[in-house]
């Protein structure tokens, strides 16, 4: 029966009405501005959920199954159907149809075209359940599939492509779909499935970042430094200065790097800010042509207690 044809608010009126117990066929068209024919139709296809499945008469999406109509017996569908499961015999599970085909022209010269041949040859194995190449993962838990699921909607990107990837590998055997989808490379694609198999999705969690103590002791005391800056005016470390900038911060970071690196407690004088900030610019410049080191060493003293150290490495940590 061809439905929908009308609009899905009749049909349910329709429905409501042969619940109600109203099989008038006649006074169900003449209200709803219908044919007879089609209001009869719709009755009997009722009457015959009622007799099969009478749970399902409340549903209105629900309609009677229809099996699918069987292909004409013509001379050359006889002869498709007797050829077809030898040739696949001796095919590989999951071949495609042009390699048949091929050989199936060459048995029947007049046989079917490639096209016909196609639509007939996919059906075919559709309804003979002929054994295809197995997927990239055979099974999920449901668990697992309903995380996945959330992952999709995630806005993390590579959650996405995690979950695309593998919820895909468990519909498909090949690559070249979950690639174009996923936005990434077979070898990518092989190391998550893999990694799955052996952990999990465990192992795609983000790992936790760890600070080393020592690096946590170093930020702190930079951002002590930096406080104990701002709550002095900047003539107090001679800068000709009312308010602080990013450049005068910066220059009195760089004295607090190297006061700590001579071991001495007194201002470094601004001559020799004056050089460091030359070197390291120096420093990076040759970075950029890479002609040199990272660094540059460079002897450091001060000028009021006399200390001097030599091969002072100045890098872009030392800020």
């Not at 349910?12 to 619940?19: A, D, H, L």
């Not at 006074?27 to 007879?36: D, E, F, H, P, V």
């Not at 085909?101 to 194995?125: D, S, V």
Request: hydrophobic share 35%; glycine share 2%; charged share 25%.
């Amino acid at each position: 029966m061809i439905r929908h044809q009308i609009p899905q608010k009749k049909i349910n009126m329709m429905r409501r009405q042969f619940i109600r117990g109203d099989e008038t066929t006649y006074r169900i068209a003449k209200k709803l501005g219908i044919s007879t024919v089609t209001s009869w139709r719709y009755i009997n296809e009722f009457k015959r959920i009622k007799a099969t499945y009478p749970e399902r008469l409340k549903d209105m999406n629900f309609f009677m199954p229809e099996e699918p109509k069987s292909h004409r017996l013509t001379p050359l569908y006889v002869n498709f159907i007797k050829v077809l499961p030898r040739l696949l015999a001796a095919e590989k599970p999951g071949v495609k149809a042009k390699p048949v085909w091929r050989k199936y022209r060459a048995m029947y010269p007049n046989g079917y075209a490639y096209l016909p041949f196609t639509a007939l040859f996919y059906e075919w194995i559709k309804v003979n359940d002929v054994p295809e190449i197995p997927k990239l993962l055979a099974s999920m838990p449901e668990y697992d599939v309903k995380a996945l699921k959330k992952w999709r909607h995630s806005s993390d990107h590579r959650k996405w492509q995690i979950a695309t990837t593998l919820l895909m590998a468990l519909q498909t055997s090949g690559y070249k779909t979950i690639t174009d989808k996923a936005e990434t490379t077979n070898e990518t694609i092989k190391n998550w499935i893999s990694t799955y198999l052996s952990k999990g999705l465990v192992a795609f969690k983000p790992p936790i970042h760890k600070i080393f103590p020592t690096v946590i002791k170093r930020m702190k005391q930079r951002a002590e430094n930096l406080i104990k800056l701002l709550h002095e005016p900047p003539t107090t470390h001679g800068l000709n200065r009312t308010s602080w900038t990013i450049t005068a911060l910066t220059i009195c970071m760089k004295r607090f790097t190297l006061k700590k690196f001579l071991g001495c407690k007194h201002l470094i004088p601004l001559e020799r800010m004056d050089t460091v900030s030359k070197s390291r610019e120096t420093c990076l410049r040759a970075k950029t042509l890479s002609t040199v080191k990272r660094s540059i060493n460079y002897n450091v003293s001060c000028n009021v207690c006399g200390k001097t150290r030599s091969s002072f490495r100045l890098t872009s940590t030392d800020l």
